[in-house]
């Protein structure tokens, strides 16, 4: 079978039905993402059926030349799109000769956990994660419980965009009834709870709506639900638990109710955000710095894994230092953290979006939200006569920023971070002073986090999976230092003209 892959062509056209459209850019760094479109839509569509389809033909043909089994875990989140976008994929897939066993409607890790349970090596779970109506994407691996990372994503790219397929024909498809099922036992399996706690579930009326309330009450807890009403319009807001609107919903609950902790799911249910019983919003990386004390109380000289956008308290928290526990700092992306999680074989991995990975006997190294909201449940429970609020009030203080996410083209981002990149090396080279301070470290695992004399921080990296650069400040002495921080470092982007506005502040 031969195809026509094209990067642009404008819907009811001849061109649309008839070439796979599937724009170069779709392929990230560890995942694949596109603009699929929607009624009333005016941006043009990055991405089509048949390009679906010569996506899944792509899959199937690396997976079969890399040597693994055929048989393939799929599954879709709940997009008004995502249903027919799989059964595309699943067609590519089979004309490869992959056997595909669709879990249906799922969480990306009810698929992770698929691929355990149903003795498969390869997952590709079609969701567009957290981002806005409209987008669609793929997340892929072939070595559980690890998924893509560049160097797969890349050589599927190139295999996808010369239409260089192996169509050996031979492939089968099962649906797996009732998986759903299958994966709430094994994910409250012995797991409950003596302390009864109210928890607000918020899911943004996402896929995690299905699954969330479940699996909470399973373990013991009252359940207050939030939006978990299956819609995939999201009439409130995005399911984004990283995002201000839905944090500030959950807290509004909280008060409301009385209840003990506020947890919100997001698209595809492998992040979890937590709002405290005042109603604080806890950024994700405080929330990990949180479990990792209640962990490494359990797991004496545990190590941990956390991205570069995560709070200093990892490296200087004395409670950690006590329990003897380390921390590795490390490239932001689900596939990054998880691949060092197995690397350093770490007992868990956070980041500050809300990915959280837990190895046995916690997790089986993936990121699955729900596991996440069950191991804050249990935290609670081990700390009887504490609420949230007091555990977060232990924390040593610091003054932190949301994720803060300037839009700039894929096309230009990884550019304009090299020369951010470049400035700071120069600056800390000449011994000059910014915000204030001497620069006395420089950490470029991932874009570069520019770090003051007082222990102040500023971050500025590449979105993996947008068009957008990522900005994170925090600052362990006041606001005002953080403010400084930011705007200096906002100062040397704007030296970058394809820097646009930021989709929030602070």
Wanted: with cysteine; proline share 5%; charged share 25%.
């Amino acid at each position: 079978m031969s195809l026509t892959i094209v990067g642009e062509a404008l819907p009811n056209t001849f061109e649309f039905e008839t070439s796979a459209l599937i724009k170069p850019s779709g392929f990230r760094e560890y995942d694949a993402r596109w603009w699929f479109g929607h009624p009333g839509s005016a941006k043009p569509p990055e991405l089509n059926l048949i390009g679906v389809q010569a996506l899944g033909m792509g899959l199937g043909t690396l997976i079969r030349r890399r040597g693994i089994g055929p048989e393939i875990v799929t599954g879709h989140d709940f997009r008004s799109y995502s249903l027919g976008i799989k059964l595309a994929l699943v067609s590519g897939l089979m004309a490869a000769g992959a056997k595909v066993k669709d879990i249906g409607l799922a969480l990306s890790p009810m698929a992770y956990f698929a691929q355990f349970a149903l003795d498969t090596p390869s997952v590709a779970m079609v969701t567009a994660s957290h981002n806005e109506n409209g987008w669609t994407g793929v997340k892929m691996g072939a070595a559980r419980p690890l998924t893509f990372g560049p160097e797969e994503m890349g050589a599927l790219k190139e295999i996808v965009l010369a239409g260089d397929f192996d169509l050996v024909g031979g492939g089968s498809y099962e649906f797996v009834p009732d998986f759903r099922k299958t994966y709430l036992d094994d994910l409250t399996d012995g797991k409950t709870i003596n302390r009864k706690l109210r928890v607000v579930a918020a899911c943004g009326n996402g896929t995690a709506g299905a699954f969330a309330p479940q699996a909470l009450e399973r373990i013991g807890c009252e359940v207050i639900p939030l939006d978990i009403e299956l819609d995939h319009t999201f009439p409130r807001y995005n399911p984004n638990p990283e995002d201000m609107q839905m944090l500030h919903a959950i807290r509004d609950k909280v008060l409301e109710t009385g209840a003990d902790v506020g947890l919100g799911f997001d698209g595809d249910g492998d992040r979890c955000g937590v709002v405290d019983n005042e109603g604080n919003e806890i950024f994700a990386d405080k929330v990990g710095v949180m479990l990792a004390r209640d962990i490494s109380k359990l797991h004496p000289d545990a190590t941990f894994v956390v991205d570069v956008k995560s709070t200093g308290l990892f490296n200087t928290d004395a409670a950690l230092r006590a329990n003897g526990a380390s921390t590795d700092y490390w490239k932001t992306g689900h596939s990054y953290i998880k691949r060092r999680v197995a690397e350093l074989g770490a007992i868990a991995g956070f980041e500050k979006s809300g990915h959280f990975f837990f190895n046995p006997p916690i997790g089986r190294g993936y990121d699955d939200g729900l596991i996440t909201a069950i191991a804050v449940c249990q935290m609670l429970d081990r700390n009887p006569g504490r609420s949230m609020a007091d555990l977060y009030r232990d924390l040593p203080l610091t003054f932190g920023t949301p994720t803060m996410s300037p839009h700039c083209d894929d096309a230009l981002k990884y550019g304009v971070v090299d020369r951010v990149v470049a400035d700071f090396e120069a600056m800390r080279r000449d011994g000059a002073v910014f915000a204030g301070q001497k620069i006395t470290d420089l950490i470029t695992v991932n874009g570069v986090r520019v770090v003051s004399e007082d222990g102040t921080w500023g971050l500025v990296r590449a979105s993996s999976n947008k068009p957008e650069l990522v900005v994170v400040v925090e600052s362990p002495v006041s606001s005002d230092r953080r403010r400084q921080m930011f705007e200096e470092l906002d100062a040397v982007l704007r030296r970058s003209p394809e820097v646009g506005a930021y989709n929030q502040t602070f």
